[in-house]
């Protein structure tokens, strides 16, 4: 389960997806230490200033996407040859950049494509008020 836009991941079951607020731990008491980084506003600055540099730098596809393919041919053999996989190889050499293809195969649950999800947590990120003022 999880995955880009699955149903699990950072922040447990549900865990935000693409809407999931960067700041999310800085009020909570179950992790003491980051909530503590992000109460020093100098900290909560740079963290910021480093969610602002990820967005708009790094979930660029442009940037990214070329990453992606070259690590999606690099393991594609091997997926092809795995005898236990949870999907086809079809639905993994699709998951990359076609968003149609990837809520198909996704058997019922919420999903979408490597691409479809940096694009939005991208747009997110950068229209999240805190990430905005950290470029100005």
């Known amino acids: 389960m999880g995955g880009p836009g699955g149903g699990r991941g950072p922040g447990g079951p549900g865990g935000g997806g693409v809407n999931l607020d960067p700041l999310v731990a800085a ?6 230490l980051l909530s503590k ?18 967005a708009g730098k790094w979930l660029d596809w442009n940037r990214l996407g070329p990453s992606a393919r070259q690590y ?4 594609a053999g091997e997926v092809k040859a795995d005898t236990r996989k949870l999907h086809s190889t079809e639905a993994f050499l699709s998951s990359l950049e076609d968003n149609a293809a990837a809520v198909a195969n996704s058997g019922g649950r919420q999903t979408s494509s490597l691409k479809a999800f940096a694009e939005k947590r991208r747009a997110f990120l950068l229209d999240h008020a805190e990430v905005k003022k950290a470029g100005q």
């Open 37 to 54: 980084l992000l109460a020093v506003p100098s900290l909560r600055t740079r963290y910021v200033g480093y969610m602002r540099d990820i």
């Open 27 to 32: 009020n909570d008491a179950n992790k003491p």
């Open 72 to 75: 999606q041919a690099l393991i």
